[in-house]
């Protein structure tokens, strides 16, 4: 989930279990959301991305889940790899013709370490 | 294929000095910014340039903070004088022109003011 203060929210999953790191986003006009992997001492790296029009798009061993009514979102990674872990951070775009057309909103992360 | 490319990856200055950061963007991409990362902010978007120019630059934190874009290849972040507060990282991101809205970031600059 979202992180607050200063800590950083942590999932600890087993190798091989699948992972589902959660994100609340905020803005309900949001018509674009992509989640991001930063590896400790590099840049955010894309994973996925989805539409508000979608409600589920997979990738390789990655799965995210749209439900705007809640506005909630979630990334599943099965079969999670020692690799996997990593800060993940979810980011919305707020949509329309102005200002919010290109900018991405990020959460604060979450941390995922995976237990070998 | 290369990525975005920032220089120098770390860097240990003292309050009051001026600290020049760079960024090389993707080739092609038309959309640069410029973020900065704390922990206790997040990932906080400064700048943002389209086709080289200016388009929003209300995240820059104030007056001391400038950045440039003098061709489409290249962008520094200029901080004149630094402070200790200014200590975090700094991440160029770049864009692709068209519907895709995917920004690829760079590895960022290590920034330490003491």
């Known amino acids: 989930g979202e992180s607050v203060g200063l800590h950083l929210p942590t999932l600890s999953v087993q190798e091989g279990d699948n992972s589902i790191i959660n994100c609340a986003y905020s803005n309900s006009a949001s018509d674009y959301f992509i989640w991001y992997k930063q590896e400790s001492g590099k840049g955010p790296q894309f994973i996925i991305d989805i539409r508000s029009n979608m409600d589920k798009r997979q990738g390789q061993r990655v799965t995210v889940l749209l439900n705007k009514t809640v506005k909630h979102l979630s990334l599943q990674i099965a079969a999670t790899q020692p690799g996997d872990s990593a800060v993940y951070f979810c980011a919305e775009r707020g949509g329309g013709s102005g200002a919010g057309s290109y900018q991405l909103t990020f959460g604060k992360g979450t941390k995922l370490s995976v237990i070998p | 294929d290369a990525g975005v490319i920032q220089s120098p990856r770390h860097e240990v200055t003292e309050m009051g000095q001026e600290v020049t950061l760079r960024c090389k963007p993707i080739?092609?991409?038309?959309?640069l910014f410029w973020y900065r990362q704390t922990m206790m902010r997040g990932l906080e978007l400064l700048i943002y340039?389209?086709?080289?120019?200016?388009?929003?630059d209300s995240g820059m934190p104030e007056d001391r903070f400038s950045a440039k874009m003098p061709n489409a290849s290249f962008s520094t972040l200029k901080i004149q004088p630094s402070e200790p507060r200014d200590s975090a990282v700094y991440f160029c991101a770049s864009r692709p022109s068209g519907a895709a809205e995917t920004q690829y970031f760079g590895p960022g600059t290590r920034l330490l003011v003491l």
């Open positions: 080739s092609g991409h038309n959309s």
């Open positions: 340039f389209n086709n080289n120019v200016p388009i929003d």
